[in-house]
């Protein structure tokens, strides 16, 4: 792991090595951070090698007998940490805790979810006192703005103890990330960048008229192209499609990453490039038959995207997404790691931490659906998916190549990406009712408000008053130098500088009002333009100063310059009146636990049942905890109870469809629904009852294959929804203490964990 200098810089040679790898640099300064006893951060470009970092400090944990944490922003990749993990520790050196899995809890190495460990920190949870050391991977996903604030509370409440590893893709303010944990943790953090890459990458546009091309080529050919068009042509530009660019880059670009952002158009693209495309010898196609036939059995049994999977991954091409089952998911992940898959069509999940790196990565559009528009990608996202390409110790080069369609140039323009130019890390940070109770829980009043001004968004906030103050400042004393120079007439109409273009426009103005005669005159409009004559002429009457052409020259550019300084002036004071103010936070956790009072979950700071039992639930903590008091979960048998915990925890996607059957009576539901939003405003319930038809089928033993009748939803989707329905039901389980409910919470869990929904064997 040498790094090869840049020109004119100093050759660094490492002399230490881990596992007879030698380092890069940015690799031995974290290294030595950790041997000193230092929180680290490292900042580095993806698949720079930031993994080792992480791998040696686990190991350096536990050959000290001492316990650590590492935490992942996905399942996906806590379950690939934990399978590298259990090779190099065994298996019971390492546990797993994630929504869907819990196990070997009392392991030296636990591997969890990000929102699994601020769960416990935020609920004081004893386990913890006796870990050292906590992984943040991905930590750049506080800038994440449906999840960030768990990331944000994980680092807020972390125990002083512990000391913290975070892992993160180049940001544009780590400094600002680094000093903001220092202060708030009260302890030095080392921040570790790096923005070389060992690999380089290339970034090339694609059109079919264009080949790979740079951004100034592509756009070059495209103004050519339009201006010596013919009127009379018909579409000027040849359309492109993604085989147009598989062709171009499959004999000395595979394997490659084909990013498309939809799931369906997935399993298209990779089927339409199947039938023109076979990248496997005999040998390596029967290796993926019998792999197919060891994971999923006899080929009767299985479902028909399984068969199409194989169909494909016979050809080596095969798609990755979400609404794939976690089988099937583990199956084209294994295929891919092994070099038996050269094309894998996916989503963009697949560039998040888990480690297939490719030499090439394809986009098929440079625009995405973030849930409520179509936009741009970010320059993070594109660096953070082109960053898997560049395999180390094969490639001499990554490449990464952007489909453009040149018929909407003009209306819809490729970004062009600057690494240069990373948006920063923002807060996130969102209070919810859980961590006011929690809170309430486990902190005086005095620590609450100091928790809440150790926020990221507080610590940011804090930074830009202070800049805007001292920019203020600088430009008010540069406007008053501005102001020495000048007559004390400068700011009024005495001043030729000032009553010139002023009397041009008056004469303008008188001009325009005769051209319109005595009938228009008289009009509305024409009455206006006399008043307004009116009253220049007034502001107009004095006699301007007699400067000489010098005099005039240096007034005219210092009123100009502080023209500009005045404007820039104000608006630094409106951005000033527009940032939260310091107490924004902790005034609405005070609204917040008002709210929570009212309801009887808080009497006089202290937690009653309702507020102890919401404490430990982390979805729709209000609702589900009224759901528990009501006494409504007694008037329904185990299926229903787990129909309506389905319902309560579920986000339909757009298009989504269900039959319609009679599940159970919702009216209870809607009543309980109804008080919590006339507390808590309508924000503060979701639920879809829909997908309980799904959840009810199941629960009652109904086979998979019949219960994907029933709706849309990919089996991923279906399967995810029964595990969310297990977590929701584990977190009710550890809130409740009647034994008569825990044993029935028990029971319906067995109900949902079988056969296609039960966890893999990890």
Known sequence: MRRTPGRNELIFVSERTYHGLVLDRFQEEALDAIDEGQSVIVAAPTGTGKTLVADYLVEKVMSEGRRIIYTAPIKALSNQKFKDYKQLFGVDQVGILTGDVVLNSEAPL?????????????????????????????????????RGTVWEESI??????????????????ARQLVDWIGSIRQEEVALIQENHRIVPLEYYYFAKDTGLVNYEKLWKYYRQRIQSAQPTEGSIFAPTHHLDLIK???????????????????????????????????????????????????????????????????????????????????????????????????????????????????????????????RPLANHEFFQMSGRAGRRGLDERGYSFALVDLNYMEKNPPPRFNINRLEPLTSQFKLSYNTVLNLQATLSYEQIQIYFQKSFAAHSNLQTHGQLIAELAQLEEQFNEKGEHVCRHTDSFACPVKYLPKKKELDRLKRSYQALGPRRQNRVYGREMARKIKNWEKLLATTPQKCPNPK?????????????????MIEIRKDLKTLPDQNFFFNEFQFKKNQLTQ?????????????????????????VTELIFSGLLETMDDDQLNALLSAIDFEARKNDYFQRLPVLDWTPLQDLARYIQSVCGPESVRYDPRVAVIVYSWSQGVSFAEVQRLSNLDEGDIISVIRRTIDLLRQMRDAVKEPALLQRLKLCMDKLDRDEAAVLAL
């Open 599 to 623: 309801m009887g979950y808080i009497r006089e700071d202290e937690l009653l049942p309702r507020g102890e039992c919401a404490r430990h639930i982390y979805v729709q903590e209000l609702l």
């Open 248 to 374: 171009v880059i499959q004999k000395h670009y595979l394997p490659a990453l084909y990013f498309v952002f939809s799931r369906k158009q997935c399993a298209d693209k990779a089927s339409e490039l199947a039938l023109i495309a076979n990248y496997l010898k005999p040998q390596e196609k029967r290796q993926v038959e019998d792999a197919f036939l060891e994971h999923f059995g006899p080929e009767s049994d299985w479902y028909p995207s399984t068969r199409l999977l194989r169909r494909l991954a016979v050809k080596g091409i095969a798609f990755h997404h979400a609404g794939l089952m976690p089988s099937q998911k583990v199956l084209v992940e294994e295929l891919f790691l092994k070099r038996l898959i050269h094309v894998l069509y996916c989503t963009e999940t697949f560039s998040v931490g888990i480690n297939y790196p490719v030499r090439s990565v394809c986009f098929d559009t440079l625009n995405k659906f973030d849930g409520r528009n179509f």
């Open 552 to 568: 005039l020259a240096l007034c005219e550019e210092e009123s100009k310059q502080r023209r500009k300084l005045q404007q820039r």
């Open 110 to 146: 636990l591997i969890m979810t990000t929102e699994i460990f601020r769960n416990q920190v935020i609920t004081g949870d004893p386990a913890l006192e006796s870990v050292s050391y906590i992984i943040f991977d991905e930590i750049h996903w506080l800038n994440d703005e449906e």
């Open 156 to 173: 807020i409440l972390a125990p002083p103890h512990m000391k913290l590893l975070g892992l993160s893709a180049t940001v544009a303010n």
